[in-house]
Structures are given as structure tokens and as C-alpha cells.
């Protein structure tokens, strides 16, 4: 799943349901989902994908509680 820099993987699909279940097979394997249709887990818009809110964690990892939990 992981492409060389330059290198986009797509597959095309007729439903979403088959997209929705693909995403929870691979969650593990993926940070976010860039996409138009909003109702994907982890799903942010176009052009948004570099520009994360504060609530919005690398890894789903809460970085002030990992630094917290190092004393």
C-alpha cells in the first residue's frame, strides 16, 4: 500500500459500501482519506490534507498526552 514519492496507487469502484469496507480492512495501513464524500472515516477535503486542525492527531496519537505519559 505504501507508493514511492511521485508514485499515486488508485483503484476505481462502482459503490461506496465497497469503499467503506476496503477502508476498514486497511485502517491500520492508512492516516487519512482525502475525498469528497464526507461520511469515510477519517475523511478530510481536497487540499486539506497538509493542513491539520489542532484537534487532529498524526497516528491518532494525542501528542501533549504521549509527551505527558514520557515522565
Known amino acids: 500500500m505504501i507508493s514511492p514519492i511521485s508514485v499515486i496507487y488508485y483503484e ?3 459503490k461506496i459500501e465497497t469503499v467503506k469496507e476496503r477502508l476498514k480492512i486497511e485502517k ?3 492516516q487519512c482519506v482525502v475525498s469528497n464524500v464526507t461520511d469515510l472515516p477519517n475523511q478530510v477535503g481536497f487540499g486539506e490534507a497538509q493542513k491539520p486542525q ?3 492527531y498524526a497516528d491518532n496519537v494525542d501528542t501533549l498526552d504521549f509527551l505527558v ?3
Do not use: G, Q
Open 54 to 56: 489542532l484537534w487532529d
Open 28 to 30: 491500520e495501513n492508512i
Open 69 to 71: 505519559s514520557l515522565k
Open 12 to 14: 476505481r469502484y462502482s
